[in-house]
């Protein structure tokens, strides 16, 4: 019964909330000013930092994981970021996780088949099979290259829907040739213009720039040596005989990720590496003695150690919090003052026979019509600012765009600010007693 | 008198004061974080890199060569100086803050034992100091035997170094740098010839000193013959810039150029990030102190048609305009003062966790007057219109009912 009464009254609510914006209409600007400005600035604030500390792929992050092994001589030094090209071989071969992949990447000329085409300088990675499934890389023709492609040395490619409008402008080139250097490749997939920021697979290239844009199998570049394709970090600890052949040369140049679904498996292949490297010791590659100097960082903990979230990009963080919460606390202020004052108007009504709950429910609504038309502004605010962001020329200016989680969060909490600024008055209004509060009048 | 008054009438509103004291705070707290990152940033962005910047225009390919292409790279220098402006040409690896940097730890003793911190290494084609406009300030430049090949792992064959004064300093403190020695490898020792002033190193890391660099002299190899620097005179940069890619075009059709500009554009784009992100930082502390401003204006307002009445009773027994208005400005001046005080434990306490766990500086401690003081100012200037229509209220108002 009362409930249906409360239902019936919305309108009216929503009218009387109307009255007492119209009663007092720059104040009620002011507050849907404040909200909005609020929620718009720490929104756009909030998602350049989330760009720039984030993680680059959120829903596989967690069971991303970087393996180290430490085939330097016994000298102190740290454990390499790097493999080489026995180490990652072997843990590659040995097929222990749920997927992984080796990956090396340089500058390569890549040219459109036709003769009298110019060449393009793009960035290229020398990978295996798994690295499109590992990352969830999207495909948007054709797909990548199979295992077998693998270990045949096949000469197929992968392209970026750039690389791919660029070599082929518009006509369908799976199945057709392109030049890498002198030789020919295969086009079998195009992929969705990859960009994860910052670069995680790969951090000595530019943290936040381009992505890759021409993918071949790891084995085929190896074929292929003359291209080149050793790495932006070649980082040899010996002495060595030739740089373009660094299959046993003392060199760490490639990356190794593997993907393990479940803390069980993450154990497993730490255990693998210890005998892994304990193998090796015993072999006489590894010359250290003792514990073996293996580690497993997930991908975020090796961003981390990497520098890659900047010590500023947190205190950026907590700034944008930050502003939020002066957004929200002044949001609230401004409410519970304009609450405050209606104690007179409120005891009228509750004279005249409206419920405590009734009353209340007014109270929400007008609270609730204020924070949704905060949070309106607030949407056109931040789309507004991420535009402005998009304009500048920042490597990740493009990448700016609203977060439909982000924006959700933001819009609920200042719903919730209302609310909050709301029910306290609102409680405090239905439990003066009519007779008192008309007295003052 | 009045701050009695004043404070008398604070507890009345408990709650939102309570609101307002924590809203300053953080807004108190983030202002001197955020100026203190802005200030961090810009002072980096103003980093000395050590060259002649505005005489300095550069052409890079994509760089893809091979060796049999090396002797290319010399024709191209004669055909590169041969243009109307151009006071000298090299190439070289690669400029300070072109983003891209070969960093290597030095052994001090040939046995490998004690090792240096990392240091930037810097090639190029004879004359190459010159064209930087590094000054040599003790010992020489290189001579002209002394340009030879690299092996392949990019170390330079010819025994002679030049470094900076910092890290001369750094590894040889308190002695004379030249003659002193450093290893690559067992079998690649280098002596110090000269060093020169300043000079800093392709990209800034955090773990790295971006002043420790050693330039090593090559002949014109394939591994320089990606980058083309020229000094000109700062008038001619455009012209050049234009004139010199289409000289190299025209001499190497096949050449793929992928940047090219004068320094200064080079620079600027090393900071572009850095530069928007002060941006947007100064555009959030903006942003905050107009919501603070609205949040204390919209407050005094209510508080100031809440009290209409009380407001006309003072008025009515003997209060000028003036005590009404500094009634509400000492009011706003006490709750800003609790914000900032209660604001600087936070900042500080926000600081120091930062320092603990990111290693950022300490914030100096004259940022804790000037926040304040513009805070202050804010609140005064935020009040004022609601207190100037207080003091406006005749006193009449006293005489009618609510």
Known sequence: MLDQGAHGMFGYYIDLALRSFRRNKALTALMVLAIGLGIGASMTTLTVMRLLSGDPLPERSGRLFYPQVDPKPAEPHELPGQMTYIDAMNLWRAQRADRQAIMVGSNVKVKAAETGAKPMGLHTLATTADFFPMFGVPFIHGGPWTAADDAGKARVAVLSRSAYERLFRGRDGIGQPIRLGRWAFRVVGVIEDWRPAPHFYDLDREAYGQGDDVFIPFLTSRDLAELGITGYSLDCYGNTTDDIHLENQPCLWLKFWVELDSPAKVHAYRRFLDNYSHEQQAQGRFTYAGVPHVALPGMMQWLDQNGVVPADARLKAWIAFGFLLVCLMNTTGLLLAKFLQRGAEISVRRALGASRRQVFFQCLVEAAMVGVAGGVLGLVLAGAGLWGIRQTPADYADLAHLDATMFATTFVLSIAASFVAGLLPAWRACHIAPAIQLKTL | ?402
């Open chain 2, 1 to 402: 008198m009045q701050l009695r008054h004043v404070l008398a009438a604070l507890p009345r509103h408990k709650l939102i004061c309570l609101l307002v004291v924590v809203e300053i705070a953080v807004a108190f707290a983030i202002l001197c974080n955020a100026i203190f990152v802005i200030r961090e940033r810009v002072g980096q962005m103003q980093i000395d890199t050590g060259i002649a910047e505005n005489r300095l225009i550069y052409v890079h390919n994509d760089g893809v060569g091979e060796e049999s292409h090396a002797p290319l790279v010399e024709r191209n220098l004669l055909a590169l100086r041969g243009l109307a402006g151009v006071e000298s040409a090299v190439a070289m690896f690669p400029l300070p803050l072109e983003n891209t940097s070969i960093n290597f730890r030095p052994w001090l003793t040939p046995d490998m034992k004690l090792r240096g911190p990392a240091v930037g290494m810097f090639v190029g084609t004879p004359g190459y100091l010159d064209t930087l406009g590094l000054r040599i300030v003790q010992g020489r430049d290189f001579n002209d035997a002394e340009y030879d090949g690299m092996d392949q792992t990019l170390k330079t064959l010819s025994p002679a170094v030049i470094v900076t004064r910092d890290l001369a300093d750094k590894l040889w403190p308190g002695q004379n740098p030249i003659g002193k020695k450093f290893w690559r490898s067992p079998s690649r020792g280098y002596t110090v010839v000269g060093v020169v002033e300043r000079l800093v190193r392709g990209y800034l890391r955090k773990d790295f000193v971006p002043e420790y660099s050693a330039m090593f002299p090559v002949k014109p190899v394939s591994f320089v013959s990606a980058l083309y620097v020229m000094r000109v005179a700062p008038s001619d940069r455009d012209r050049l810039v234009r004139e010199s890619s289409e000289l190299l075009l025209k001499l190497n059709p096949d050449m793929l150029i992928d940047a090219k500009g004068s320094y200064a554009d080079m620079r600027a784009d090393y900071f572009r990030q850095d530069t928007s992100l002060v941006w947007l930082l100064a555009l959030v502390c903006l942003a905050m102190l107009l919501v603070t401003a609205l949040g204390i204006a919209g407050l005094a307002n209510f508080w100031v048609q809440q009290r209409r009445r009380s407001i006309g009773i003072r008025r009515a027994i003997g209060a000028t305009r003036g005590d009404i208005l500094h009634y509400f400005q000492t009011e706003n001046f006490l709750i800003v003062s609790f914000g900032i005080a209660l604001g600087m434990a936070l900042a500080f306490a926000l600081n120091l966790l930062l320092m603990q766990h990111y290693e950022l500086p300490r914030l100096p401690l004259y940022y804790l007057p000037v926040g304040a003081l513009a805070l202050w100012v804010l609140g005064q200037l935020a009040v004022l219109g609601p207190a100037l229509r207080a003091a406006a209220v005749p006193p009449v108002v006293a005489t009618r009912s609510a």
